[in-house]
């Protein structure tokens, strides 16, 4: 939320200890502020704060853990059963 207003979104599942990010938008017209990493950023502080992993399928949050190695302590690759896992569950 900018100023009680509604600018994008992050969609995660959990499986077991992991959360699995699958898809990260953010409305066009906010484009090119960094409001998705400060999004992502506070997901994945969320994520620490639970005591779970984090999994980054969707691609911006891959690329943003690749650029940010100070969450490496909490990610994990993904992993081809996982995949299989997330997309049997309809979620991919």
């Given at each position: 939320?900018l100023?009680?207003v509604?600018v994008g ?5 959990d ?9 990260t938008?953010?409305?066009?017209d906010?484009?090119?502020k960094g409001l ?15 005591q779970l992993?984090v999994?980054?399928i969707?691609?911006?949050t891959?690329s943003y ?11 994990d690759?993904?992993t081809?059963?996982?995949?299989a ?8």
């Amino acid at each position: 939320m900018l100023g009680g207003v509604r600018v994008g979104s992050t969609t995660y599942v959990d499986h077991g200890s992991q959360r699995v990010f699958v898809h990260t938008e953010i409305d066009l017209d906010q484009g090119g502020k960094g409001l998705a990493s400060t999004l992502v950023t506070g997901a994945l502080a969320d994520v620490r704060a639970r005591q779970l992993r984090v999994v980054a399928i969707c691609p911006f949050t891959a690329s943003y853990l690749r650029g940010h190695r100070e969450w490496d302590d909490v990610a994990d690759p993904v992993t081809p059963r996982l995949t299989a896992d997330i997309r049997a569950a309809g979620l991919l």
